[in-house]
């Protein structure tokens, strides 16, 4: 197994506006995408790589920065998803802060960045972008789409608006919809971010600042959501940052865990390269999908325009952001609708993070899978 | 079953320094609480009830701006705890912001408020500032201890601490040290409250500001961890504030769904009356709380010290914040002792806060241990 090496982002800009679910439409969306792999002659084998919330199109391989793709161990010559084989394409979603049309450009009809003017996007929109983009590579059918967690979402939309584009969904540690909880925990997030003096009601740009102390707290209450409670035990436990043998530091302000440690420090890192406005407009793309709500909360209703695709479901069992009883909500509407399903949940200690992870029997599971998707 | 009508909270002050686990000492502190019933002739009557973060000396009864005990549906006339055999006391703890001696009243050595330098406080620090009045009370050996989650911590360092001062232990909804999660939650609250440009390095009362900003943020946090998935679930699911029929509002910055207006406005509340530093405090004592350190790790070596008192362990099925098998672990430790336990797990909904709530099983439970208790 090898790597697709380095690659170089590509850019098309969208020449209509881009409908979205809301009523509004996005003027003058550019794309940054990815390719690996060779699209072959009958343009049959493209399969289409959908990110989650801290993602971007740079799904695998290296850039000239150095930075490795965020699916590279799944991605590449002789992975589960093989680059030998299928042409492989990693997008940016419009609102993201990794180079596709967000937030921090400008709004053309103001010469100024949207900030928080910028129009919220949700799932189905992402996916309507993303076809527009398969329309400028000239592809009419997805061999597939796969994404985990928010990714899993776009993947299952495919499914639901373009059935006609995609033959196979993979849909990893994802959920038909957001629980009251999910939404709650995206809420706590974003008033933290809101009520940050620096966010200035969403135009920061032009005041020189960024609402890094939201973004801090926002940041670290994810990472809480993405780990398991038994990972994070393993992990640091209540281990001192100073050393099993020091002397407690009985202070409320300064550091006295490890795992303290190693939250304020993702959450400094998070809020140094990551938007506040992209941040509310993930979590809130997050909080409205919900495929159901449209067919009287009926998720099989939904399914029903999925007839004919194949699916593989994984759920991974200590992933309590987004629970294996959440794909099995989705494995049911499938199987209420006689739609072909594999799913697995994987006995993984990791939480949520699992499905970003080298796990051998997931990525045996999803290998197969597409063996059987390519054939 | 009555009430305990109305009460007139009462004060103390401690003479001598309390000394600290820290190695620090807090002068002149004053302690205020509440007693309910009559302490008889023996003084052997009588029951400590120890508080947890948001509450206080205010066990049960009215007081006379007319609000309600935090633990009246247990305490009183005829009620789990009887108050026409037990003398009951609740007492508030030092660091708090309810009466006792805490972060906004005067540090004797500068005369302004002791803010962010008020000494930290642990779990046995507030034990024997409790002791401290009980000598004051002339009441040499409680009849028992009783407390929730941080209150059931503090009733388990009774056992430990002042064993020959209390018979009987009853530890509710609690853990005997908080996980690296827990820990997790408390410090990204922290965070907040600490990052909140109003906070002044805890020093705010000076500048007639409050870091609300933070404070709000931390109870929204703290709240969704009080509660459980499922109750959430069940009492605002996926509900739109403006009706399930409203119009989506496709929204950042507005509240969309109803769990968001319920955490704002639990935030909002909070934010107007509880005191930043005190929930740093209250955090931190909860972080420090670890009987089993001084042991090697070594639950059961701690409780050898309480061989002889009687105890209570009941924990709630979907209480993931003190989920049962943290309870499990202070029961195997009472029983490698041989230490008399009663324990129950109680099927309830609502999560940790299961505890303060008013259910037949648990109530049914908690009497009959305490007609055990005073037989």
Known sequence: MGSVGSVTPQRVRLEAPLPLQSGAALPGCELVYETYGTLNAARSNAVLVCHALNASHHVAGTVPDGSLGWWDNLVGPGKPLDTD?????????????FGSTGPMHANPATGRPWGSDFPVVTVEDWVDA???????????????????????????????????????????????????????????????IITDPDFHGGHFYAHGVVPQRGLRVAR??????????????????RRLQRGEHAALAYSTLDIEFAVESYLRHQGDKFSGYFDANTYLLITRALDYFDPARAHGGNLAKAFAAARGLHFLVVSFTTDWRFAPARSREIVKALVDNDIAVNYAEIDAPHGHDAFLLDDRRYHALVRAWFEKVAT
Chains 1, 2 share one sequence.
């Open 85 to 97: 084989r299928f042409f492989v394409i990693g997008v940016n979603n419009p609102g993201s802060c």
């Open 130 to 192: 993303q076809a527009r983009l398969l329309d400028h590579l000239g592809i009419a059918q997805l061999a597939a789409v796969l994404g985990g967690s928010l990714g899993g979402m776009q993947a299952l939309a495919w499914a639901l608006r373009h059935p006609a584009r995609v033959r196979a969904v993979a849909a990893i540690a994802t959920a038909p919809n957001l629980s009251a909880q999910n939404i709650a925990f995206n809420e706590v997030a974003r008033r933290a």
């Open 220 to 237: 670290m209450l994810g990472h809480i959501t993405y780990l398991s409670d038994d990972s994070m035990e393993a992990r640091f436990g």
